[in-house]
């Protein structure tokens, strides 16, 4: 479990619609005080915070996700009762993101997602994952992409089907990160984060948000 935002209401980086503090996101918490308390956190050794969650997730909520997704993951974010990975980069898409080929093809009410991610640090303890698949493959590379918010564990953390993790390890042998590979996993439509195609945008949003992880 990581270090919760919400103890007694205090010190939320979220808004007070959903997480009743009573103050604003970007008013009460600006970037740099937030960057000294995960700073802090990373000197003392001290358990940190979800970054995928807090740091990169929740801001892209706040700017596209509808208020059915704000009220469903923002508070339990806040708490610390989610933990989030990142699918983004892939074998073939790296620096080259926009290449990313992992499909998302529409099923009635649901995206059926198939495709592989590499380099997802900690995705070995997250049980959501926030991903970016391509749901049209004749638009240009930047366009067609969209993105969704996958649940990967069940709440008695066992892997939803269709997902595997492979494990990657550092130089001192740690697992760090993992290749996950999707093989037709079912993901609501409810879960698309934005506009179908446009998930582009939505994601440019996360990593300015990630680069601001000056403690790491």
């Known amino acids: 479990r990581f ?3 919400l103890e007694t209401n205090r010190g939320c980086p979220f808004t007070c619609t959903f997480c009743h503090t009573g103050a604003d996101y970007f008013n009460k918490i600006s970037m740099f005080s937030l960057e000294r308390l995960t700073e802090e956190i990373a000197y003392h050794r001290a358990p940190g915070v979800d970054i995928f969650g807090v740091k990169m997730l929740a801001p892209v909520l706040l700017a596209f996700g509808t208020e059915e997704q704000k009220r469903r993951y923002l ?3 806040g708490r610390g009762e989610m933990c989030w ?3 983004f980069s892939e074998p073939n898409a790296g620096t080259d993101l926009a290449n990313l080929q992992t499909r998302g093809v ?3 009410d649901d995206f059926v997602v198939t495709g592989q991610k590499i380099w997802s640090s900690g995705s070995h303890f997250a049980n959501w994952y926030h991903v970016l698949v391509r749901t049209d493959p004749t638009a240009p ?3 067609g992409i969209s993105y ?3 649940q990967i564990k069940d709440d008695k953390g066992n892997q939803m089907p269709g997902v595997t993790l492979r494990p990657l390890y550092d130089m001192l042998g740690r697992r760090r990160w ?3 590979f999707m093989d037709e996993v079912r993901v609501p439509k409810s879960h698309m984060i934005g506009e179908k195609n446009r998930g582009w945008y939505a994601a440019m949003t996360a990593l300015n948000f990630e ?3 000056i403690e790491s």
């Open 3 to 5: 270090t919760p935002f």
């Open 211 to 213: 680069r601001t992880g």
């Open 106 to 108: 529409e099923d009635g």
């Open 141 to 143: 590379k930047h366009r």
């Open 148 to 150: 969704l918010a996958m």
């Open 85 to 87: 990975a990142q699918g």
């Open 178 to 180: 993992n290749e996950v």
């Open 75 to 77: 508070p339990p974010i």
